[in-house]
């Protein structure tokens, strides 16, 4: 019957779990804690239980002890297939519950899998801590190759147990405990030796001949020196005597054989005999040797130093990365063969680590010939001091190139902000000049110690308009200096130069170069701020130079490199296109205000009215609008207001406006009709003579008896066709909207359309207010709620327009339009036009 798969893994195990104990892969185990400096390791192999093979350290279960399977960490690491490597296996969902980690003897843990010859993982080799910690790519390395060795290990001892095990059966049957004995008659020269004895030497006992000279025949020729050299001294001073050598038998096997004995005294206090026991290393003196291979196959550099600081071993991996052969370090001294050890990290830690017996590790530099980082393990013992390291320069390279690229990234992320600072500054404001010369405060912090910011306008006249000093003591003389040096400045100087070419201009020798070019106070100040060198840097937009930005640097800054230049280059141009947008808005805002107020006449103004008419044009600089106001006389002496605005932004929308309004003028005189008729009329007209506009509009008449005269009052009678509700602001200050019904269809619609008049009587000493959407609207904001914020700004407006008012008005008209008009924009151009017509109702006499 064929095994199943896990049937010949489980096979697999039991062929190698007469490994354990093995001394080998207990030094393997050791060597894992040292190398990774862990408490704990653990050679697993797994079954239908966990079997600890081999174990370092205090860990979960010595050598031999069993263990369910479901228990077990390393079953985890064995069914993943791969490394294992948790910093804290308390959060770890797959390790949590299982008892070593629940009961707080293994927290880190690091487990890399067996694999056998055959494919089948057999086990786990692994590492563990009962505190935190984070296992580095190197230390997986490591347990990686151990892993290797340990599995060669398994499978070396497997085998060598199968090769004699039959040798092993007869020879415990002779004796338990594989110890033989020797009696050395010094007198007589006789050297007697049990049968066990024979048996490690491979000599029967007719074969043997009793004396030292057969002893010696059965030694290696190459251990046969010392071994006589221990005698001697043993017997010389009739003391102990220890020695581990090699035995070769008859048929040529080598064996290792560890002997110790005493010389005993003879009256005279002389030795006369030597008494003593042997017993078989060659199994112990293998696994020494298996560990020796393994250190000489590690990628992992290492070599060992005895407490007189003298190299007594070095792996082939040490002799690579220290550019030394073994036969140059064996022997000597660290402290001679690496003198620039001395003073440095390495001493410092190699010694604390022997001082203390505690393990060290850190990462330090060795200087040329080396000229390598290092990442280093030391750890004392027994032997002397282990030490353990990895050529890391590599990796040192790299993190530094990762950090020259952060730095780099950080400057360009500076110059980066730098160009967003000034864009902002640039577009933040309608006052382009203003934020221009914040320039020089910005290049300063970016890029030297001083600097001065200049204007050259359409007649070519030069402005310094900034200057700004990084220290705060001389900003008083860089703006003195600014003041005069364009008046002290002969033509042929620097910032002259860059003007004219429009080039960057470079001032070498900056104080002497410039105060050659500079008369009076001007030079005097400039050579108290002692520039070392400057920079003219010329502020270009659309063919054309605007101005110039002057840079200059003390001894304490470093000359700008191309990519300084080219972002300062980059800033000044931007400021160009700045000015130059700014030149070209407001050439044509002129442009188009002139054109919007040619469409509008000045009101009529009878004596017992303030009439106060504003227009503002849309911050968008070419866009004439169809926003308009009029006010004017009918035939019977009655005053018609009117606010309106023609829908549109653009040259169409100014012409009809002109057009709406004329016709609406010239209805309201003709007709003489009431607010609600002149609409009425005006729709019928436009609908008649073909006007393609719409518009909103507000037309309030008033109107006075000779009785409402007398009791100081008069009627508001007023149609709304679309538009915003007028304010009224009472004597008393009191602010309200004039209601009086449903705003109507707008203009231009359709003719026939009802209109309806409204009406109210106010006293004399009152104010109306009509606007357009200009003034109140903002996006996001209800209509309502834009309304009520106006009404509230008019309120606080009120009572200086009181205040400055004079005999016949109580209230100063102007000023409440202006007050207004600055609360409502801010000091900014609005996105739409706004026209403005406040009217108070003076007091009358006669």
Known sequence: MSLTPDDQRAAAVQRLLSSVGNP????????????????ASQVSLLSDVQTVGAAAGSVTGSTGTRSPLSDSVCTVTAELGSPLVVADATADDRLRDLGAVSDGRVRAYLGVPLVGKDGHVVGALCVFDEQVRAWSTDDVLVL????????AELELSALSV??????????????????????????????????????????????????????DALVHPDDRGRVHEALEDAIAACSEYTAEYRVVHPDGATRWVKARGMALPGPD???????????????????????SRVLETMTTAFFLLDDAWRFTYVNAEAERVLGSTRAEMLGGVIWELFPLSLGSLF???????????????????????????????????????????????????????????????????????????????????????????????????GFGSWSVVTLWDDQRHLRDIAGWHAEPRLRPTVARYAQLRLGALAPTSFLHRALRTGELVVIPDATEKI??????????????????????????????????????????????????????????????????????????????????????????????????????????????????????????????????????????????????????????????GT???VLAGLDTTLETLRVDAMATALVMRLEQSDEQRAAGVTTLR????????????????????????????????????????????????????????????????????????????VAEAVPAAQARATAPATLDARHLADAVLARATAGEAPEDDIALLAVHLSAQTG
């Open 718 to 793: 007023w149609t709304n066709a679309g538009h915003l509700p007028p304010l009224l602001v009472e004597p008393d200050g009191t602010v309200r909207e004039l209601r009086g019904g449903t705003p109507e269809l707008v203009l231009g619609v359709t003719s026939g359309s009802p209109r309806s008049d409204a009406e109210v009587v106010v006293p004399r000493g009152s104010t109306v207010l009509l606007y357009t959407d200009g003034l109140v609207e903002r996006r996001g904001e209800h209509l309502q709620e834009s309304i009520d914020r106006l009404a509230g700004m």
């Open 347 to 445: 001493e410092e830690h190699y010694r604390g680590a022997a001082e203390s017996g505690e393990p060290r590790a850190f990462e330090a530099y060795y200087p040329p010939p080396l000229d390598g980082w290092y990442e280093v393990r030391a750890f004392p013992g027994a032997d002397g001091l282990s030490v353990y390291f990895h050529d890391i320069s590599a990796r040192r390279r790299a993190e530094e190139q990762r950090e020259a690229a952060r730095e780099a990234a950080e400057v360009a992320s500076e110059r980066l902000a730098l160009l967003a600072t000034v864009s902002e500054d640039l577009s933040a404001t309608l006052d382009t000049e203003y934020a221009v010369g914040r320039l020089a405060r910005h290049l300063v912090r």
């Open 269 to 291: 206090g002389t030795a006369v005999r030597v008494l003593g026991a042997a017993y078989d290393t060659t199994a112990e003196r293998e696994a020494d040797a298996r560990i």
């Open 515 to 672: 105060s050659a070019v500079l008369t009076g106070e001007a030079r005097d100040l400039l050579r108290g701020l002692a520039p070392r060198t400057g920079y003219a840097v010329p502020m270009r937009a659309r063919g054309r130079t605007v101005g110039a930005i002057t840079l200059f640097l003390d001894d304490g800054h470093a000359d700008l490199g191309p990519e300084d230049l080219a972002l300062l280059m980059q800033v000044a141009d931007r400021a160009g296109v700045a000015l130059d947008n700014a030149r070209l808005y407001e050439s044509q805002r002129r442009m188009a205000e002139t054109l919007q107020r040619a469409l509008l006449s000045a009101p009529a103004e009878p004596d017992d009215l303030d009439v106060v008419v504003r227009y503002v044009p849309a911050a968008e600089a070419a866009q004439v609008g169809g926003d308009w106001y009029d006010a004017f006389l009918q035939p019977d002496g009655s005053t018609l207001l009117v606010i309106g605005d023609v829908m549109g932004h653009d040259r169409h929308a100014a012409a009809a406006m002109s057009q709406v309004r004329t016709l609406l003028r010239g209805i309201a005189v003709t007709t003489s």
């Open 144 to 151: 990686t190759d151990l892993a290797a060795s340990a599995v």
């Open 24 to 39: 080998a892969l207990e030094r393997l185990a050791q060597l894992a804690s040292r190398l990774l400096a862990a408490p």
């Open 162 to 215: 199968e090769y004699e095990a039959d040798r092993v059966r007869w020879q415990l049957a002779i004796t338990a405990g594989g110890v033989g004995s020797f009696d050395w008659d010094l007198q007589t020269g006789l050297l007697e030796w049990d049968d066990q004895l024979h048996a490690l030497f491979g000599v029967a006992p007719g074969e043997f001949a009793r004396s030292i000279e057969a002893f």
């Open 675 to 677: 607010p609600a008729e």
